[in-house]
């Protein structure tokens, strides 16, 4: 059976799947991790490794990566910059990862919505199954659905009722067409046969601007995007797209709650990707420094704070099968959501 290494206190679902896994303990997990370690290449990392971030500076993936690429560098024992390559959804991001030597010092946060991009421009140059060496999941997340603080809507239920009020006349935002808030956006309105206008942005960072100029009336931000300017007073939650409510907004209820359509739970995911053909030997390495890096109690935490949960692979093959897994459920989601032929 394949398992998660799940951290203290912090139970671990597999999304693909939502079969539950076996808990290694902790003790265990970092006999595994040491060993793996050992096994590293000689003389690898000896200069630093770029961790390339697809998303704008000061989204929600881009605070999760900034915030444990300080824990990676120590555990590798050299810098880890991170470095944005913003364009297409994360495209521009992945193409240049897979074209990068394959030697461990080019790694990139490879995302759910990388499948998606494949499946909406087969034309990109790259396939998030075959272009990558997956090295491990680290977290999971859900989106929030917003509006500004200064909206009629306070329920989605009132959302719902405008919307059926003027089909097409309402216009929600995303960061990219395949990003985790143009596909909740595109669910929510399939589930509810509703008529939006999607408004792709160049990044999650500028969702939050066109709620507040009008420029769009909804979106659905990822989690660690969103709960700053919900805690903050700037946007209002109506809804979450998890199946359970998010701790840190405990009194906004799940879209599946309360219209019980699972085309309304949309997580998304993140985990470290290096190019094909990186040796084994250094994605062993990367592995076992991700996973370590992520046992930080304040790592752990702030990504709990952000919204998003951290998983971590049992190895980089788990990872990859997972991958897999995820790869035909999104083909089945974006078929359901009319954004694939069947």
Same mark, same amino acid.
């Given at each position: 059976?394949?398992?998660?290494?799940?951290?203290?206190?912090?139970?671990?679902?597999?999304?693909?799947?939502r079969?539950?896994?076996?808990?290694?303990?902790?003790?265990?997990?970092?006999?595994?991790?040491?060993?793996?370690?050992?096994?590293? %290449?000689?003389?690898?990392?000896?200069?630093p490794?770029?961790? #390339?971030?697809?998303?704008?500076?000061?989204?929600?993936?881009?605070?999760?990566?900034?915030? %444990?690429?300080?824990?990676?560098?120590?555990?590798?024992?050299? *810098?880890?910059?991170?470095? &944005?390559?913003?364009?297409?959804?994360?495209?521009?991001?992945?193409?240049? $990862?897979?074209?990068?030597? *394959?030697?461990?010092?080019?790694?990139?946060?490879?995302?759910?919505?990388?499948?998606?991009?494949?499946?909406?421009?087969?034309? $990109?140059?790259?396939?998030?199954?075959?272009?990558?060496?997956?090295?491990? +999941?680290?977290?999971?997340?859900?989106t $929030?659905?917003?509006?500004?603080?200064?909206?009629?809507?306070?329920?989605p239920?009132?959302?719902?009722?405008?919307?059926?009020?003027?089909?097409?006349?309402?216009?929600?935002?995303?960061?990219?067409?395949?990003?985790?808030?143009?596909?909740?956006?595109?669910?929510?309105?399939?589930?509810?046969?509703?008529?939006?206008?999607?408004?792709?942005?160049?990044?999650?960072?500028?969702?939050?601007?066109?709620? +507040?100029?009008?420029?769009?009336?909804f979106?659905?931000?990822?989690?660690?995007?969103?709960?700053?300017?919900? %805690? /903050?007073?700037? +946007?209002?939650?109506?809804?979450?797209?998890?199946?359970?409510?998010?701790? %840190?907004? *405990?009194? #906004?209820?799940?879209?599946?709650?309360?219209?019980? &359509?699972?085309?309304?739970? /949309?997580?998304?995911?993140?985990?470290?990707?290096?190019p094909?053909?990186?040796?084994?030997?250094?994605?062993?390495? !990367?592995?076992?420094? &991700?996973?370590?890096?992520?046992?930080?109690?304040?790592?752990?935490?702030?990504?709990?704070? &952000?919204?998003?949960?951290?998983? !971590?692979?049992?190895?980089?093959?788990?990872?990859?099968a997972?991958?897999?897994?995820?790869?035909?459920?999104?083909?089945?989601?974006?078929?359901?959501?009319?954004?694939?032929?069947?």
């Open positions: 059976m394949t398992e998660l290494i799940a951290l203290p206190e912090e139970p671990i679902r597999h999304i693909g799947s079969r539950a896994f076996l808990r290694i303990t902790l003790v265990g997990a970092l006999e595994l991790l040491a060993t793996r370690l050992a096994r590293g %290449q000689d003389g690898y990392p000896n200069r490794v770029k961790l #390339v971030m697809p998303f704008a500076a000061g989204g929600g993936p881009d605070l999760l990566a900034r915030r %444990q690429a300080p824990e990676l560098a120590r555990v590798l024992g050299v *810098p880890v910059p991170v470095e &944005n390559r913003v364009g297409a959804g994360g495209v521009v991001a992945a193409e240049t $990862v897979a074209a990068a030597a *394959p030697d461990g010092y080019t790694i990139m946060v490879g995302t759910s919505s990388h499948l998606v991009n494949k499946f909406l421009n087969p034309a $990109v140059a790259f396939d998030p199954l075959q272009s990558f060496a997956p090295v491990s +999941l680290s977290w999971i997340g859900g $929030v659905l917003a509006v500004a603080q200064a909206s009629a809507a306070t329920t239920a009132e959302l719902v009722v405008a919307l059926r009020a003027k089909p097409g006349a309402m216009n929600y935002a995303s960061g990219g067409v395949g990003t985790a808030a143009h596909l909740a956006g595109a669910a929510f309105a399939r589930a509810l046969d509703l008529v939006a206008v999607h408004v792709p942005y160049k990044g999650s960072v500028e969702i939050e601007r066109a709620l +507040l100029s009008g420029e769009v009336q979106a659905f931000p990822i989690a660690t995007t969103a709960i700053p300017a919900v %805690q /903050q007073g700037r +946007l209002r939650a109506l809804a979450v797209t998890t199946r359970q409510r998010l701790p %840190q907004l *405990p009194h #906004v209820p799940t879209l599946i709650e309360l219209f019980a &359509n699972e085309l309304l739970v /949309q997580e998304a995911w993140g985990g470290i990707w290096a094909k053909g990186t040796p084994s030997a250094v994605v062993d390495r !990367l592995f076992a420094a &991700n996973a370590l890096s992520l046992q930080s109690d304040a790592v752990r935490r702030f990504h709990l704070d &952000n919204g998003a949960q951290v998983a !971590l692979s049992a190895s980089p093959s788990e990872f990859a997972f991958m897999a897994s995820e790869n035909e459920r999104w083909r089945r989601v974006l078929v359901a959501i009319g954004l694939r032929p069947g």
